[in-house]
């Protein structure tokens, strides 16, 4: 097999990531090699746990060749992790183990070149502390990029935050006309590149029903200028539309993607209309990033009922 390799980190250790791996695995056969930097012994624990068999096949990090590479076994980087039992609480007495498996995962992929990358779930509170608002900031940091964009993917629809985890409080500071311009830009060269053609896109407001009873509200100052300069060359872009009226059926039939202007804005819909059925995808990166759209789900760990949908999305995806 000499398709490009899946790079795919754990993350938290406590997660339901390697089980929703397993029944990933389970259900599909996959043209590119499969590899995931994770704990051998935690693999072989959780495995043995939820009752899955899988050989593994343990390589290097410093492997340059994947021609020899399928997915009979699970290829394996292994990092080192000590733990008393399987399924602990998430603390942060993992985030080592966690920030080495990035380290070596990014590390591995700009050594090889390579393009397709999946992380599992990590907590925010305990592994990103503050430091950055999620992943998609965190990896943005390790790489040096300073324009990213979170876009929650489905071939039906689409959306896209304009800011990320962010409190509410503080979401009317971060809107900008030039961050608007670099969140379309992005998105606009993603579906060119993956499908040959410019998105119609809608954008939100940020008040309800895009009013307000003060002068100079956002969608006066940023986001209405910020929608015609861009219509200038992107005929395909429409708002600013009231949060509660674009998501309804006859508006999205008309859009590709949807750009709100804060997390829950897009995402609670988005959840709503497809489940799990959703892929996470990291705009401006060297490489494509995806993550399935759950979070650790410490409360389902051990129990087997996890749907791997978004995972199996995901790998799917990037199989091409």
């Given at each position: ?22 029944k990933s695995i389970k259900a599909n056969n996959y043209k590119s090699p499969l590899i995931i930097i994770v704990s ?267 749907d791997p949908k978004s995972l199996i999305q995901a790998l799917k995806f990037l199989d091409k």
């Amino acid at each position: 097999m000499s398709k490009e390799p899946i790079i795919i980190v754990g993350g938290e250790p406590n997660s339901i990531f390697l089980e929703i791996f397993f029944k990933s695995i389970k259900a599909n056969n996959y043209k590119s090699p499969l590899i995931i930097i994770v704990s051998k012994r935690l693999l072989q624990d959780q495995m043995k746990k939820l009752n899955f068999s899988f050989k593994i096949n343990e390589i290097d990090k410093e492997l340059k060749s994947f021609s020899k590479l399928n997915n009979k076994k699970i290829n394996l980087i292994n990092v080192d992790y000590k733990f008393n039992k399987c399924f602990e609480k998430i603390t942060s007495k993992s985030n080592k183990y966690i920030n080495e498996t990035f380290e070596i995962a990014l590390n591995f992929i700009k050594q090889n070149n390579l393009s397709k990358f999946i992380n599992g779930p990590v907590s925010k509170k305990s592994f990103l502390k503050g430091k950055t608002l999620g992943i998609t900031e965190y990896l943005a940091k390790k790489t040096k990029r300073k324009k990213v964009a979170m876009l929650i993917f489905n071939k039906s629809l689409s959306v896209s935050p304009l800011t990320t985890h962010l409190a509410l409080k503080n979401v009317p500071k971060k809107i900008t006309k030039q961050k608007i311009y670099n969140q379309v830009n992005l998105i606009n060269n993603f579906y060119k590149r993956k499908f040959n053609k410019l998105p119609r896109i809608g954008i939100t407001g940020l008040n309800p029903h895009c009013e307000s009873n003060f002068q100079n509200s956002e969608e006066d100052k940023i986001i209405i200028p910020a929608i015609k300069k861009l219509r200038e060359n992107h005929k395909k872009i429409n708002g600013p539309f009231p949060a509660d009226t674009i998501f309804t059926k006859s508006l999205l039939k008309k859009y590709d993607v949807i750009i709100g202007m804060y997390h829950d804005q897009v995402l609670s819909p988005m959840k709503a209309l497809f489940n799990f059925d959703a892929i996470n995808i990291t705009l401006g990166l060297p490489f494509t990033r995806i993550s399935p759209d759950h979070g650790p789900n410490y409360s389902m760990l051990g129990k087997n009922l996890s749907d791997p949908k978004s995972l199996i999305q995901a790998l799917k995806f990037l199989d091409k």
